[in-house]
């Protein structure tokens, strides 16, 4: 349960260079 290993919901600061990194690296990868 991943909801389950957050204390705390995180905030869209937080989330946002996460997802910017995956997008970059599924784009660089092709």
Request: hydrophobic share 35%; aromatic share 6%; no cysteine.
């Amino acid at each position: 349960n991943f909801s389950g290993t957050v204390s705390r919901i995180p905030t869209r600061d937080e989330i946002a260079p996460v997802v910017n990194e995956q997008l970059v690296v599924e784009l660089y990868s092709r």
